[in-house]
Each structure stands twice: as C-alpha cells, then as structure tokens.
C-alpha cells in the first residue's frame, strides 16, 4: 500500500500518487517478443499524454548522422546555435520521441531552444552499447556543425544522457554547455538502499522495484552491469559540464540521483539536485500538474543560466 500523499501537493499530484499509471511488465526482457508486446501497450498509451499539450508546437521528422530524430519547437525559436538533445526515458527496452513531446514542446517554449530527440535503437534486439552509439553520432554530427548542446534525458534517458557526456569527453568531442538528469536510472546494479526503503512510497515501482532491473540486463547484454558507460555511477565524473538533477524523493530511484550528486561533487563538477518532496518518477513529464510546470520552468532556467 502506498504512503498516502502529503498535503503540501497539488491535488492533481495528490491524484496521481493515488491512481498511478502501472503496466504489467514482462518477466523476461530479453525476449524480443513480449517487449514487443509491451511495447504495443506502452507507446501509445505515453503518447496519448500529448494530447493535454494546450498551446501550438511543431514537429518535424529528421535523420541525423543516419540516425532517426524528431525535432520539436515550442514557440519562436530564439537560438540557431543551440539546441537541446533529448534522451527518452523507458528502461532501455521501451521509450520514442513521441512519447516526450509532453515535455519537450514545453522545454523548447520555455528555453526558445529547438529540441532534437534522439530514436536510438532499443534493446534488446540491440544492446550496449547500441543506444550511446546513435546518441554520439548525433552528438559529434551537431557538435561538427557549430551547435552548442545542452542534454537532457530522463530515466535511462538520463543515464544514456550521463554516459553520453563521459564518452563524449573521453572522444575528445565538444563537451555539452549544460547536462540535465531527470529521475535518472543511474546504477544498474541496483546497489541503491531506496530500492528497498521506498517501496512504500513509489507509486509506479514500489510494488516491485527490481522490474527496472529486467531491462537493465537485458540492455547491458555481455557488458557487466558495472561499466561505467553502463551504470554511470562507477564512472570517473571528472570534467562533466554544469549539470542538474532532478529527482522526486518518493522514487526508488531516488538514491541513484543522491550518490552521483555526491560523488560528481566530489569531482569537481558543478551539480544542482532538485528534489521533490513527495515526487514520482519523471513528474517533470506530467503537463498541467503544477509541481511538473515548476519543474519545467526550474530546467529552463538551469538551460538558459548555462547557454546565456
């Protein structure tokens, strides 16, 4: 049973934590098959939390560096020479470009940034490292062509986000202006304590929190759980670009967030860490529910602080 919401939240996230949106998810992701399954389920019911978007934006269908992308404009574009590459959330198995536009035509809105959102392949059909190889093609193709990034990424978007900016450093590429974590799945080893303390608390994984750890199997393939551009969290952090991370305190994720914050830090890195009170996974993603559209304004002003 979950912990009932505190009462300082809005009563649309009050509702949510209450009635959250729960799949069945596979026993076996490394099945093809029944991700398909899952994935036939999953990706138009995400998407169908576009339709809450209120105010005009576009969407343009685009390849780059061979790789499927989809570009999205909130609203006047006030920069040509940055943009903002955006990693979908889904545990490596799942997740589009689609799915996102909920957040991402309010991101472009709120920074004048154009948004690229990279389709990389999924496992596990195509395991690590797949994934963070489309996104540094994408990454040197815009880079090589005079535009600044800002990354974002969201669960593991957002380890595929951190992992992407470690390899892009060790590549000798140019480094991102500003690097942006939501709820990121950042240890696939699962070694968090939050795996175990905040199963009372999360609404979308507490009833079986180890569910992330399938897909995170399934993505690493022959590569251990602990490689660094795997599970960022063994990393070297050192050099990584300004970076926030946003995390609600309610996830079971929550301790992935707080021990990279601790040991970027230690690094020398400049991190923020958002926290939640009361936060589910990825409710930056929610439109319409305040608590998100502060978190989105929060991430603009991080993005807009890095690039002006």
Excluded at 43 to 50: E, F, I, K, R, T
Excluded at 56 to 67: K, R, S
Excluded at 182 to 203: C, K, N, Q
């Amino acid at each position: 049973m979950n912990l009932a919401p505190p009462s300082h939240l809005s009563p649309a996230a009050a509702a949510y934590l209450l009635d959250p949106d729960v799949l069945d998810y596979p026993t076996d992701w490394t099945d093809p098959w029944d991700v398909h399954a899952i994935r036939e389920v999953a990706h138009p019911l995400w998407s169908s939390m576009n339709d809450v978007l209120d105010f005009p934006y576009t969407v343009i269908d685009d390849i780059v560096a061979g790789v499927p992308c989809e570009r999205i404009r909130g609203g006047e574009s006030e920069s040509a020479d940055t943009v903002v590459l955006h990693l979908h959330g889904g545990m490596y198995c799942l997740g589009t470009p689609e799915i996102d536009r909920v957040f991402n035509a309010p991101l472009s809105r709120a920074t004048g940034l154009d948004v690229v959102s990279v389709d990389y392949r999924l496992a596990p059909e195509h395991p690590f490292p797949a994934a963070l190889d489309d996104t540094l093609a994408v990454w040197a193709t815009l880079a090589n062509a005079g535009r600044r990034l800002v990354v974002v990424g969201e669960s593991a978007g957002g380890g595929l986000a951190a992992a992407a900016a470690l390899r892009a450093r060790d590549d000798g590429l140019t480094m991102a202006a500003a690097l942006v974590l939501i709820s990121p799945m950042l240890d696939l080893t699962g070694a968090s304590d939050t795996y175990a303390t905040l199963t009372a608390a999360d609404p979308d994984y507490g009833t079986d929190p180890k569910i992330l750890l399938g897909p995170a199997r399934a993505y690493a393939g022959d590569t251990s759980l602990e490689h660094p551009l795997v599970s960022p969290l063994f990393a070297d952090l050192v050099g990584l670009p300004p970076t926030l991370v946003h995390v609600g305190n309610r996830e079971v994720l929550f301790g992935d967030s707080a021990r990279f914050v601790q040991r970027a830090r230690a690094a020398g890195c400049d991190v923020d860490m958002h926290v939640l009170d009361g936060g589910w996974h990825n409710s930056p993603m929610w439109f319409g529910i305040p608590e998100a559209d502060r978190a989105i304004n929060d991430i603009a002003t991080f993005i807009n602080k890095a690039v002006r």
